[in-house]
């Protein structure tokens, strides 16, 4: 008899081979785990010791670098050149046939048991009926006596409306913030038109400034120019007419 005992664990402290090169060797040399696993009690996976023994052969195999294409090919060569473990044989048809006829206490006895399951079945078929029926009306309380179904759809219809509300609202972030960066670009022109208001508002100052002063210094010309010919008809009168021959040219200098 074929004795599983062997856990990933136990091949782990024995071979040094970690559980995912044990798993990949066994989907690369399906024989090994087919014929020589088990699953123990707990649901782990369990070998026996010749899976124990080729195992620690392969891990020689790993350290000397061998490539794991080799070492799956020499394992699969290894599980043939070695028996595979009897197996209790299984009976076959002709068996069943040649098998003796039941005699009629027994078939009494199977229709006896065959009744008493097909009952048994019926009562377990009825306790899961009413707790069926005990679900139902559990969940018709938690729904207000609404339909599940309806219930149902009723959520989807609530999840439809928030995706709309948070699409809504993204959008409407978006649209602020481009108003805001618009905002922004327009304050941005108005203080520009500032700016350069205030500097035509300073240059026309500077321009009104300057014609006043040339209107200031033309008229104090003028002044001067009345003053000279003022003085130059008196010197004229005093001097004698000869001198006034003088006057235009120098009118026209002043």
């Excluded at 024989?31 to 123990?40: F, R, S």
């Excluded at 799956?72 to 068996?95: F, M, N, W, Y």
């Excluded at 206490?105 to 009562?123: D, G």
């Excluded at 922004?184 to 205030?198: D, M, P, S």
Aim: net charge positive; charged share 30%; glycine share 4%.
């Amino acid at each position: 008899m074929t004795v599983f005992k062997h856990s990933y664990a136990d091949l782990r402290g024995s071979t040094g081979l970690d559980p995912d090169f044990i798993r990949r060797l066994m989907r690369g040399v399906p024989e090994l785990k087919t014929t020589h696993t088990a699953k123990g009690e707990r649901g782990e996976l369990l070998v026996d010791e010749q899976a124990s023994a080729i195992l620690r052969q392969a891990a020689q195999m790993r350290a000397k670098k061998i490539p794991f294409k080799q070492i799956t090919e020499r394992v699969a060569g290894s599980l043939i050149d070695q028996p595979s473990p009897t197996e209790p044989k299984k009976p076959t048809v002709s068996d069943s046939i040649k098998s003796p006829t039941p005699s009629a206490p027994e078939l009494e006895l199977a229709k006896a048991w065959l009744a008493e399951m097909q009952q048994a079945h019926q009562q377990a078929l009825k306790a899961q009926q009413v707790s069926i029926a005990h679900l139902t009306q559990q969940l018709l309380l938690v729904t207000e006596g609404k339909d599940p179904a309806e219930v149902q759809r009723e959520r989807e219809r609530q999840q439809t409306r928030l995706v709309q509300l948070e699409r809504a609202q993204a959008e409407a972030q978006r649209l602020v913030q481009e108003h805001a960066t618009q905002l922004a670009q327009e304050q941005a022109q108005v203080t520009q038109l500032k700016a350069n208001l205030e500097k035509v508002r300073c240059e026309a100052a500077n321009l009104i400034k300057d014609f006043q002063t040339q209107k200031l210094a033309a008229r104090e010309r003028a002044v001067q120019r009345m003053r000279l010919l003022d003085q130059l008809d008196q010197l004229s009168w005093v001097q004698g007419g000869r001198k006034r021959d003088l006057l235009p040219p120098i009118r026209e200098l002043a």
